[in-house]
């Protein structure tokens, strides 16, 4: 008798511009470690996306902004779980496309992690700790990340996680929430 074909298991990584060094070892993590461990390797298949993947086919037309590109591309809802990483900025508003003065979301990664929470998603939320490089003008986005932490904290615990920063994490909403 054969087994079973692995389960796939989409695991969608978001985060600004700050962390892209973070962003790229945790796709390799999951990737090459986890993905090599014997609990996981014959019974899941684990397929890590994120916009800046090298092997990725997003194009970013020249007609719109780098979010609209990947939202159009790359959905975190479409993930099984969601991976969030952050330090001092939330990342680039999301604007209305009809409306481009009226601001939707404060960051692209504040849409992935909503989006996510809204379709049921594991969502696991990284806070990158130490001391950030803050240009002046970056006050503003770091306010922000400021004002959104404590919604991902009615999520759930928040706890420390040795070398990889704060973590809020949320579980699946049950039918019963």
């Given at each position: 008798m054969s087994e079973p074909p692995p389960k796939l298991v989409r695991i969608f990584i978001s985060s600004p511009s700050d962390v892209a060094e973070e962003?790229?070892?945790?796709?390799?993590?999951?990737?090459?470690?986890?993905?090599?461990?014997?609990?996981?390797?014959?019974?899941?298949?684990?397929?890590?996306?994120?916009?800046?993947?090298?092997?990725?086919?997003?194009?970013f037309l020249a007609g719109r902004s780098a979010q609209v590109s990947v939202y159009q591309r790359l959905q975190s809802a479409d993930a099984e779980i969601v991976v969030a990483i952050l330090?001092?900025?939330?990342?680039?508003?999301?604007?209305?496309?009809?409306?481009?003065?009226?601001?939707?979301?404060?960051?692209?990664?504040?849409q992935e992690v909503e989006e996510a929470l809204s379709a049921g998603c594991e969502v696991l939320v990284y806070f990158r700790r130490g001391q950030p490089p803050m240009p002046d003008h970056?006050?503003?986005?770091?306010?922000?990340?400021?004002?959104?932490?404590?919604?991902?904290?009615?999520?759930?615990?928040?706890?420390?996680?040795?070398?990889?920063?704060?973590?809020?994490?949320?579980?699946?909403?049950?039918?019963s929430a």
């Open positions: 962003r790229k070892v945790a796709a390799e993590v999951i990737e090459q470690e986890l993905a090599k461990r014997a609990a996981f390797r014959t019974t899941l298949k684990l397929d890590v996306f994120r916009y800046d993947d090298p092997h990725s086919d997003t194009p330090w001092a900025r939330m990342g680039t508003p999301v604007r209305n496309p009809s409306d481009p003065v009226k601001i939707l979301y404060e960051s692209g990664t504040e970056d006050h503003l986005v770091a306010e922000a990340l400021v004002r959104w932490r404590p919604t991902l904290s009615l999520f759930g615990a928040a706890m420390p996680i040795p070398g990889c920063g704060h973590s809020s994490r949320r579980k699946r909403r049950s039918s």
